[in-house]
């Protein structure tokens, strides 16, 4: 059976960093890419980033650039994002997500929801001013 489970959530104040962890099984990192993806309240879900291990792809949304970085261990089978300098509008449920695509197909549109066929369910980010 094909999973994620994203963790490492927390509140914090601003400025702070928090790494969140993306636990997946029933498939490979070689075959999937993994994005990152947030909503916060009252507001549609957004990209953050995306990887896919195999070719050494990695994008991030402007917002986060700088800040957050994406990583895969795949011998643990876990997609990681380290998240400094938080701000008070990085504040939303953070959802790990794996896509069936292919490379071309994600380097155009690694941030579409519609993209990624599996979801985990949220971990709550709160940053505090």
């Known amino acids: 059976e094909v999973q994620l489970q994203a963790s490492g959530g927390g509140s914090v104040q601003a400025g702070g960093s928090l790494t969140l962890s993306c636990a997946t099984s029933g498939f490979s990192f070689v075959d999937y890419a993994v994005g990152w993806f947030r909503q916060a309240p009252g507001k549609e879900r957004e990209a953050v980033s995306y990887?896919?291990?195999?070719?050494?792809?990695?994008a991030y949304a402007d917002s986060v650039k700088g800040r957050f970085t994406i990583s895969t261990d795949a011998a643990k089978n876990t997609v990681y994002l380290q998240m400094n300098s938080l701000k008070p509008e990085d504040t939303a449920v953070y959802y790990c997500?794996?896509?069936?695509?292919?490379?071309?197909?994600?380097?155009?549109?690694?941030?579409?929801?519609?993209?990624?066929?599996?979801w985990g369910q949220g971990t709550l980010v709160t940053v505090s001013s």
């Open positions: 997500a794996a896509s069936t695509g292919t490379p071309s197909i994600w380097r155009v549109g690694w941030a579409l929801t519609y993209e990624y066929d599996l």
């Open positions: 990887i896919f291990t195999t070719n050494g792809d990695i």
